[in-house]
């Protein structure tokens, strides 16, 4: 297995541009997240998905966009990019419940995204 | 919400023990205590996880007082390979809707001296 893919490992954008960070999952995973992370701080959630065609926000979902409509597929869409989204995103991926108490987490390797 | 509390940095020498501590004094009486690591320039790794007992894996081991209020990452031979931030994250049950939406914090910065 893959485990979790992202593209693209970097970007630059400028001002205004639009793009979708791509995110891959091969493990039949349920669940599928979209993380945050800006330099020297921890990881905010951005939005999540259980299922296909079902997300919701999270913490700081504002500027952001998701669908999900294919159980592998969780693409992140950021319509207007400001410099305020400069930062590292991370997808993650997760099992649903199965008896067990925790599923843990997958994480992708991360998107470099600069916005000038 | 309940938080967690850890130091900004620890140090410690290669194949020594190293405790890594957690405070979450506001912790619910069913909130799982998680950590997760995430070493330079990768994504975050599951490392363990427990609700009230001691739990070992082959990773590391996790201490949880009595109380509940604070937990204790063990990783009980560093190496080199070990340096990373350390997260210590609290989740409600599996299946619960406050399970989603956790927030990963600043961690522990962990150095391993040669």
């Known amino acids: 297995n893959a485990g979790v893919t992202q593209t693209p490992k970097f970007r630059i954008l400028k001002i205004g541009q639009s793009m979708t960070l791509q995110c891959t999952q091969d493990?039949?995973?349920?669940?599928m997240y979209w993380y945050r992370q800006d330099p020297g701080m921890g990881l905010k959630l951005i939005y999540y998905?259980?299922?296909?065609?079902?997300?919701d926000k999270g913490e700081v979902p504002n500027g952001y966009n998701v669908s999900r409509s294919t159980t592998e597929d969780f693409p992140l869409r950021l319509e207007l990019a400001a410099p305020s989204q400069t930062s590292v995103y991370f997808c993650?991926?997760?099992?649903?419940?199965?008896?067990?108490?925790?599923?843990?987490?997958?994480f992708g390797p991360g998107t470099r995204l600069t916005v000038l | 919400d309940a938080k967690t509390t850890q130091p900004n940095s620890m140090e410690s020498n290669e194949e020594e023990p190293v405790h890594l501590p957690c405070n979450h004094s506001?912790?619910?009486?069913?909130?799982?205590i998680h950590w997760y690591r995430q070493l330079p320039s990768q994504g975050p790794e599951y490392v363990i996880h427990?609700?009230?007992s001691n739990v070992n894996n082959r990773m590391a081991s996790l201490a949880i007082a009595e109380d509940r209020k604070s937990s204790t990452l063990i990783l009980h031979r560093a190496t080199l390979r070990d340096a990373a931030v350390y997260y210590c994250?609290?989740?409600?049950?599996?299946?619960?809707?406050?399970?989603?939406?956790?927030?990963f914090g600043i961690g522990t910065k962990l150095q391993v001296i040669p």
């Open positions: 993650a991926s997760r099992a649903g419940t199965s008896g067990r108490d925790y599923n843990e987490q997958f």
């Open positions: 493990m039949n995973h349920n669940y």
């Open positions: 998905s259980v299922g296909a065609g079902i997300t």
């Open positions: 506001t912790i619910s009486g069913t909130d799982y």
């Open positions: 427990g609700l009230t």
């Open positions: 994250i609290l989740r409600a049950p599996l299946g619960s809707g406050g399970y989603q939406k956790v927030t």
